[in-house]
């Protein structure tokens, strides 16, 4: 059995161990041959890879990003030749199937390679953790755990300063970083993409925060809109104001908190930190869990799957079931810490 | 509705957003009174409790420990009383109900109060995570963070010097720490209650890793023991030498391993640093949501249950479900990880 | 003895580390009493304060921010009534002398309130670690600490994407954190303000690490400008595309550097989460000290001065010797670095 | 000009940013050629080495250990060759010097050889802090750091059970790993190799911090001994009630607080980790420093000198000063902490 494998789409704290999972498992265990797509979709296209066996993953476990780097790039393109283009690339490397490993993006292609008979295992990878069809997705963990981190620090200037400080995390379809680290931050107001609040009521919990005596910290999603907003105003690089967007959704938010409570109010982008760096113990074990469950998925053949954390167990779920539904925060995970802002 | 509440049992990272997560959703929301005794139920037979509202849990979060203290002190003793006793001092206190947070053995002492018709809903918490019933209990993922840091720590040690590195982590009964910690730091060697090795197999494990031309870290639960050895032998304070043991498991293995395999070795015992601090944010999260899930059955009068983690929703279980049951390794995810080893 | 503390300015991780050895050493060894006033010179113009004794201070040097509060209100005021309406607070509080944390600006007020008779001793604080007559101040080492570590995970990402990452550090005048940070992290390019470079220099540094195969990660100084620019417009808070600079100087760089060079390039803003949050073991100590030495001059009579860093060593220098001189990166240090570029 | 460089003694972090900033600067911008021994002087003696390059350094400051390895082999053996032996080796390897990366061992050793006509330049490394000469040594911030964290996580148990913790950390013949670590956790007692007390009086701080309401946090060196304690006796692994002694002094001193005080008592060993993993930024930037200096040295021809931090600068200093004399932590610095346990 030889085997090609790729990360496609964003980097995340993780796909070292998944790529080392898969590896010690499929060479060690199974015997496979095993090959890296270099760069992505793009590695296929220009046929860059490298041979993965014991040596190439040692020690890459709490490694961020990924030895085989990644890239947005489609294989449905010219220069990709879609479904064809791959099966010939395969061919020519003498490959049974593929591990693919990346985000909604990513398994959707999988999932299109698979109706045209190509053989692929999907694994899971999204920072935003909005993937469905698994209970988690490696990398979250870490990104959450950065977050909160950043509340951690954030609040103790707030309460020094008496200001209130403004939090924007990743999650531009779903709020669950910024639900998670609010929740673990003991964030006093979380905002989501998914339930839009107007500016009134943000600035009622902040005047409320103040007069229990305390300063507030908002962790906001990037992805959040303020109701009566029109999403591609807010979306689109134009600010609440009507300004250019360089920054993000805090940005806009802090001065009109101020503006409107006469709180001093001051925003942190947190941004590209969230998805570098050492993953945490949680996500490295899930995502070597992850590689191995893919390697086994390969050797029982079932092909044009998904693997999957569903609570403690790893399985597979058909990429059919997985892909095409976006995992968002019910409401009533929202409510129970919506109701503890008052 | 007036509830009491108590830590019992060895304390663990997460219990304050527990506390706080009950208090901010029984208190606030639903407008309960909530008392919580002192040092488990030392604070119940002395009456020794203090006032709970959103104040007393003001930024207790990220905090390791537990404000209300915690002990090992049982209520059916003379002192204690039983279910009788518990019982008056309900009524003294005017209390409706009881929540519990701890372990296997709070969470027995739960049911028995249950069964005699005493209103308690418990909170799970082991750091070792063999509790029936839930996927995953607070205190385990910060216990296996920092074991994981351990292991990234003393491998650069063990790779400059050319060592066998043998840790130590918690584990009486079940190894949870040692296989996540095992897997997230790449330890070469995983070795866990639930599956004894002989002195010559580990050997042999660490030989083949030095034929690669690596050096091993092996991590070992305290509750290992090598095969063929009584286990009374090594648990009860005598090392694998007949000497009185004043350290732990890994204290006996490293010196036999040198003896056998001429590769020096050292041993470290990590201990207590695994069961205090600032929580992981998966903890914090999960501790906060099982309180809010505490108070919500309170609310909703489902007594005679724990609350329970079960893929992403917090759900409640009969306490006779949870309570008696270990929950250990199952051979086959210790066999995917030995299968690794050789 | 009765002593008044105060922080003023800009909240740095060690403050409480600070008030509490100069508490510990002032009440418990020499017998002071001693009193913080609450959010710097206003609890003064206020007469805002709490008692300070062992236990007002137990348990707090780990914490961030600081327990008495600070804000950037000047004595020197129509509502401050600048040394006599000091003096005459003092007097009202039967106060011998003031303890003042704090920055630059603070301990010029310092010097000038000790120029008019008034017994003061400064304790200083910079998270830029701009300020003369000492080594280092606390604050610098965590935030430099914060920042390597943003550079850490920053760097994984960019390795993976093949991109260019532009990360911003505080640093007004001086450029301390980026140099500190950039050497810690390996960053390929270090930007301070005391050094202005042109673009064409940065893009030039940032091809040849392309050329050499890698990803350049630039860190750069919230006050550096590019040469050429005048610094009224990058500072004044217009980009150098002449738009509203709503972000920093990082956001100005990116794409300016990827649109010269063809390298996807991508800014973070750090901003508020390096001056929070616990403080580095460094910081502690250092803090620790420089209280200590603080009740240690107030004992000894020694007015006038600011405890000092100098080498192993903690002393007391006049304040006219401290305040006034900003201390730069000399050119010697950043040649040493900029010739690691090329 | 054609180097040497090697690693000999215990590892310690920050090794690999040293080598790093030597090669940078040596190689980079001297022109150097240069070479890394493997494994200490052992590397010499089996001439086993590698070329050192800037593509051999890239990415190594954040990593723990020592890309050349390192050992306790000294050349001074028959099988080194003494001198001779060195000098012979270097002309066979064209080595015009060598660059001695080690703690006080080494060091002298350094001496020697430069007694002997040989060319060397030293670099101080210790955990330990306690080589002469230089303000601080690389590695000493991160053991510092990982002891504080210890401390803060053991103190949070320490607070829930009512226990007195006992934790042990690094520091043979000098306490400063202890009095730091100890400063900024807060220990109520700081016991330190250069200043034996009795076990009365610990115990007797240890009820005092118990009759202020707290739980003592004892910090002990592993070379402090017992007043009145013969050192041979604590040192030699035998234990204070006579037994042998499989752990370190705080499995000695945990058991005889707890008899004699009632206080129930636990000791941690921290051992190994404080001497891997990544180093601090403080511990990267000294160690960047301290290389870049060993080759503005050679380039210099300021041979028989070790790099030393005094205050902000990095200098040189003769090799006779900086050896054979044992940092320790003096007198007062020790009395400053002392007085603030009672």
Same mark, same amino acid.
């Given at each position: 059995?030889?085997?090609?494998?790729? &990360?496609?789409?964003?980097?995340?704290?993780?796909?070292?161990?998944?790529?080392?999972?898969?590896?010690?498992?499929?060479?060690? &265990?199974?015997?496979?041959?095993?090959?890296?797509?270099?760069?992505?979709?793009?590695?296929?296209?220009?046929?860059?890879?490298?041979?993965?066996?014991?040596?190439? &993953?040692?020690?890459?476990?709490?490694?961020?990003?990924? $030895?085989?780097?990644?890239?947005?790039?489609?294989?449905?393109?010219?220069?990709?030749?879609?479904?064809?283009?791959?099966?010939?690339?395969?061919?020519?490397?003498?490959?049974?199937?593929?591990?693919?490993?990346?985000?909604?993006?990513?398994?959707?292609?999988?999932?299109?390679?698979?109706?045209?008979?190509?053989?692929?295992?999907?694994?899971?990878?999204?920072?935003?953790?909005?993937?469905?069809?698994?209970?988690?997705?490696?990398?979250?963990?870490?990104?959450?755990?950065?977050?909160?981190?950043?509340?951690?620090?954030?609040?103790?200037?707030?309460?020094?300063?008496?200001?209130?400080?403004?939090?924007? &995390?990743?999650?531009?379809?779903?709020?669950?970083?910024?639900?998670?680290?609010?929740?673990?931050?003991?964030?006093?107001?979380?905002? @989501?993409?998914?339930?839009?609040?107007?500016?009134?009521?943000?600035?009622?919990?902040?005047?409320?925060?103040?007069?229990?005596?305390?300063?507030?910290?908002?962790? @906001?999603?990037?992805?959040?809109?303020?109701?009566?907003?029109?999403?591609?105003?807010?979306?689109?690089?134009?600010?609440?104001?009507?300004?250019?967007?360089?920054?993000?959704?805090?940005?806009?938010?802090?001065?009109? $908190?101020?503006?409107?409570?006469?709180?001093?109010?001051?925003?942190?982008?947190?941004?590209?930190?969230?998805?570098?760096?050492?993953?945490?113990?949680?996500?490295?074990?899930?995502?070597?869990?992850?590689?191995?469950?893919?390697?086994?998925? @390969?050797?029982?053949?079932?092909?044009?799957?998904?693997?999957?954390?569903?609570?403690?167990?790893?399985?597979?779920?058909?990429?059919?079931?997985?892909?095409?539904?976006?995992?968002?925060?019910?409401?009533?995970?929202?409510?129970?810490?919506?109701?503890?802002?008052?």
């Amino acid at each position: 059995m030889r085997i090609g494998m790729l &990360v496609s789409g964003g980097d995340c704290p993780g796909l070292n161990a998944a790529i080392r999972g898969a590896v010690l498992r499929g060479v060690d &265990v199974f015997g496979f041959e095993m090959i890296g797509f270099m760069s992505g979709w793009r590695g296929v296209i220009e046929n860059d890879w490298i041979p993965l066996d014991r040596r190439a &993953v040692r020690g890459i476990s709490p490694m961020g990003g990924t $030895i085989l780097g990644t890239s947005r790039v489609s294989p449905f393109t010219d220069e990709g030749g879609g479904a064809e283009g791959i099966r010939a690339r395969m061919r020519e490397n003498d490959l049974d199937g593929l591990i693919l490993i990346g985000g909604n993006g990513t398994q959707t292609v999988a999932q299109m390679l698979s109706d045209e008979g190509i053989n692929v295992v999907g694994v899971p990878k999204t920072i935003d953790n909005d993937l469905g069809g698994t209970d988690f997705t490696f990398g979250f963990d870490t990104a959450v755990s950065i977050a909160t981190d950043a509340i951690d620090r954030l609040r103790t200037t707030g309460e020094s300063h008496g200001r209130c400080m403004v939090l924007e &995390v990743m999650g531009r379809d779903a709020g669950w970083i910024a639900l998670h680290a609010g929740m673990a931050g003991g964030a006093q107001v979380i905002l @989501v993409p998914e339930f839009p609040e107007s500016i009134e009521q943000i600035c009622e919990w902040v005047e409320s925060v103040r007069d229990r005596g305390r300063h507030s910290l908002v962790v @906001v999603a990037e992805g959040f809109r303020l109701e009566g907003m029109e999403s591609e105003v807010t979306r689109a690089g134009v600010d609440g104001f009507g300004r250019p967007r360089l920054g993000g959704v805090a940005e806009v938010l802090a001065p009109m $908190i101020e503006e409107r409570t006469g709180i001093e109010s001051r925003a942190t982008v947190l941004g590209h930190v969230q998805r570098g760096g050492v993953p945490t113990a949680f996500d490295r074990v899930l995502a070597t869990r992850a590689g191995i469950a893919a390697s086994d998925a @390969v050797e029982a053949g079932d092909w044009g799957v998904m693997t999957s954390l569903q609570g403690n167990d790893i399985v597979t779920v058909p990429l059919a079931e997985a892909v095409g539904s976006l995992k968002v925060v019910p409401r009533d995970r929202y409510e129970q810490v919506r109701l503890l802002f008052g």
